[in-house]
């Protein structure tokens, strides 16, 4: 990003949670290492910007794991409250994996890798050339309220 001339501030981290059903040969383990993602099959529901999650997969949890990203365009929100995933993980926030999967015997759902929180970085993406005063003002404020706080990621 900061080669097409975006930049980013942290604002804090979200929690995040790997959802798997039955048949996934996750499904039958207690819990999760990094190495058990390694070549993994995660989906991409059709509402969300494949490219923009893949990337942010990659840098949350490694682009070594060679994740494999499948788009499944019949698989909203409101159709994996009861869709197999087809052997593949579905990763989101925890609240999003408990407002859509919660209730289903059938899905498995991690918090940890490797005994530790899987979490995410939550950022304010602005372009650094922007000539828009309020954009500039808006950042610098909020580099005032949140300070130099440095987001770590889950690896």
Request: glycine share 8%; charged share 25%.
């Amino acid at each position: 990003l900061h080669e097409a001339g975006i930049e980013s501030l942290c604002i804090g981290s979200v929690d995040m949670a790997i959802a798997v059903t039955k048949g996934s040969v996750l499904y039958e383990k207690d819990s999760l290492t990094w190495n058990d993602l390694r070549g993994l099959g995660v989906l991409a529901p059709l509402n969300v910007l494949y490219d923009d999650m893949a990337s942010a997969f990659d840098k949350m949890l490694g682009d070594d794991l060679d994740l494999r990203y499948m788009l499944r365009t019949d698989l909203t929100h409101s159709a994996m409250r009861h869709e197999s995933f087809g052997g593949c993980a579905h990763i989101s926030s925890a609240a999003r994996i408990q407002w859509t999967c919660g209730q289903r015997s059938d899905v498995k759902v991690f918090t940890k890798l490797d005994g530790k929180p899987v979490r995410a970085n939550k950022s304010i993406f602005y372009r650094k050339d922007c000539t828009n005063p309020n954009v500039q003002d808006f950042v610098a404020c909020a580099r005032k309220i949140i300070g130099t706080q440095t987001c770590q990621l889950t690896r």
